[in-house]
């Protein structure tokens, strides 16, 4: 039996009638750019996912849902420029408008091979958000038949295998204080926020770990916040995160310098190796200090330093490579023992039955109670 365009869409289950912006017939399928408008009814029922054959059902309030939701508010230009959705189709017919560039789209045996979440925000967000501000989001959607359509389906399915993630030290690249520290001076070297630095006559190596660590032990900022977020890799990754922060802005600022870099990374390690030269029993009892919170030791060390004119060119009056290199080892031995002293008057429980050092040294509440103490 043959049917019409119009009787295949009321007996198909589910189908979709479109007017796209633009459309195109490719190689694998179609193209069709939409609005989100135009597809605001597709995942609003509770049988949705059932109904389409989707991978997964709706996800709720995940975090990357919550992320999506809040751009197709806030920004809905980008909610379409950050992916697409990716449908299975048993026929996709096109049917010339009255206008140019009018034509009707009818997809029949509708299947969402990629992209519900998105589809089910557009669906919750329906009500709330006047159809003009969904029109502004605009959706590239694939639509896949016969074989290609299994093809897309298949490799959907286990598209993690192929996904390289990005991370927030990924999308420091997008940082301009970054950037233009990419732009200075490096001795020769260079300084890419994915593989860290390279600079000097001897092409010395610093990770971006490490130069995330040294600038926030020598940063201003009179609490030892940055430095707390740096000591841990969970710690950078937040703070890497959030570019708009305090904390991310007194690590990462407009004046930061390559020279700048070099001396906080020379001085921050130059700390760390007189921790570690310390003799084992001055890390005994509340002496742990040293092994679970070094960072804290390092940032207390530092204090003295003129951090304010840390990325002022060589010509600075303050001679720098001399005090990292003779001063600082001693500071940072009786920044040490100042420390394990208040930490041992502040807390004499800590390392009891039911304490550990190991949990309780690097808890930032500590770090501050320390942070006033005398050098």
Known sequence: MTYSSVERLLTADPALSLRPLQVAQLTRGWAVDVTAADLDMLAASVDAPRRLSAKRGCLGATGANVELARMLEERPEDFGAVGQIVLGAETVEVQPGPRLFADTLFVTGLECIDGLQRLRVIADLRDRLPREHLRRAVIRLEIRCGAERD?????????????????????????????????????????????????????????????????????????????????????????????????????????????????????????????????????????????????????????????????????????????????????????????????????PEHGRPGSSYKSEAPRFGLWRELADCAG
């Open 151 to 347: 093809r897309a389906r298949h490799a959907y399915d286990v598209e993690d295998r192929y996904r390289n993630g990005s991370t927030a030290q990924d999308r420091l690249i997008r940082c301009p204080n970054i950037r233009r520290l990419m732009a200075g001076d490096w001795e020769k070297g260079d300084f890419d926020p994915r593989r860290g630095a390279t600079a000097g006559p001897h092409g010395s190596r610093f990770s971006m770990a490490e130069v995330t660590s040294a600038l926030a032990c020598l940063s201003d900022d009179p609490l030892p916040t940055a430095a707390h977020l740096a000591a841990t890799p969970e710690g950078q990754e937040a703070l890497w995160s959030d570019r708009t922060s305090a904390v991310y802005r007194s690590v990462f600022h407009g004046r930061m310098s390559p020279v700048g870099v070099m001396r906080a990374v020379e001085a921050w390690r130059t700390a760390r190796s007189a921790l570690a030269a310390m003799p084992r029993k001055s890390r005994q009892g509340h002496g742990h200090l040293i092994e679970y919170a070094p960072d804290l030791i390092c940032w207390k060390a530092c204090r003295w330093l003129p951090l304010m004119s840390l990325h002022t060119d060589t010509r600075s009056a303050f001679a720098w490579d001399r005090a990292i290199e003779r001063d600082l080892p001693a500071r940072t031995v009786r920044a040490a023992e100042s420390l394990v002293a208040h930490y041992r008057a502040l807390h």
